[in-house]
């Protein structure tokens, strides 16, 4: 079992910055695919960033391209969501999730196995 605990979440003006950090337990966490997804209130889930194992290939939702990063240190077993400019739009609960077989990096919230509990990211404007 994996337990992904997410943090960093808080309230920023527009144009801000925030950096989430999602921990991940077991010793195979270098294997998986992390992603970050998120949910608004009234809209369904959406991807937002994936990496695969190495750090090597990334993904991103088309709307934070030259805003978000993702990235992860595996020696720390931690992934994070590096986000820059933020815009009211992108308020929204913040979940990371693993992708533990599938080997590849998907932006398929079907694809992953384990999730977090989410972090609230607020975006005033």
């Known amino acids: 079992q994996v337990q992904l605990v997410e943090s960093g979440g808080g309230l920023v003006q527009a144009g801000g910055s925030l950096r989430l950090s999602c921990a991940a337990s077991g010793r195979t966490f270098n294997s998986y695919t992390m992603g970050w997804f998120r949910q608004a209130p009234g809209k369904e889930r959406e991807f937002v960033a994936a990496i695969s194992w190495s750090g090597g290939s990334t993904k991103l939702l088309d709307s934070v391209k030259g805003r978000f990063t993702i990235s992860r240190r595996n020696a720390k077993n931690t992934t994070y969501l590096q986000m820059n400019s933020l815009k009211p739009e992108d308020t929204a609960v913040y979940y990371c999730?693993?992708?533990?077989?599938?080997?590849?990096?998907?932006?398929?919230?079907?694809?992953?196995?384990?999730w977090g509990r989410g972090t609230q990211v607020t975006v005033s404007s």
């Open positions: 999730a693993a992708d533990k077989y599938s080997g590849y990096v998907s932006f398929n919230e079907y694809e992953y196995d384990y």
